[in-house]
């Protein structure tokens, strides 16, 4: 569908928007964009920045070595 359209059909589509809506109005439409797409960057990084420190708490969460469990049976074995 979007295929047929070309460059003569582009620029009509462009200036019946820009008769419609005016220009301070798809000014400030594009603005609201750009400021929606930074947005959403900014919370993508927060959100991979977030998975990294929670990653790096987990490692860092237990260092200490773990005692060998107490097996009775060992010990019967022994004797």
Same mark, same amino acid.
């Given at each position: 569908?979007?295929?047929?359209? &070309?460059?003569? +059909?582009?620029?009509?589509? @462009?200036?019946?928007?820009? !008769?419609?809506? /005016?220009?301070?109005?798809?000014?400030?439409?594009? &603005?609201?964009? +750009?400021?929606?797409?930074? @947005?959403?960057?900014?919370? !993508?990084?927060? /959100?991979?920045?977030?998975?990294?420190?929670?990653?790096?708490?987990?490692?860092?969460?237990?260092?200490?070595?773990?005692?060998?469990?107490?097996?009775?049976?060992?010990?019967?074995?022994?004797?």
């Amino acid at each position: 569908m979007l295929n047929n359209i &070309g460059l003569p +059909g582009l620029l009509l589509i @462009a200036v019946v928007v820009l !008769v419609l809506f /005016g220009r301070g109005k798809i000014s400030s439409l594009m &603005g609201e964009v +750009g400021k929606g797409i930074t @947005a959403f960057k900014k919370g !993508v990084s927060e /959100g991979g920045q977030e998975l990294e420190d929670q990653k790096k708490a987990e490692e860092a969460r237990d260092v200490t070595p773990q005692a060998p469990e107490h097996n009775p049976a060992d010990e019967k074995d022994k004797v």
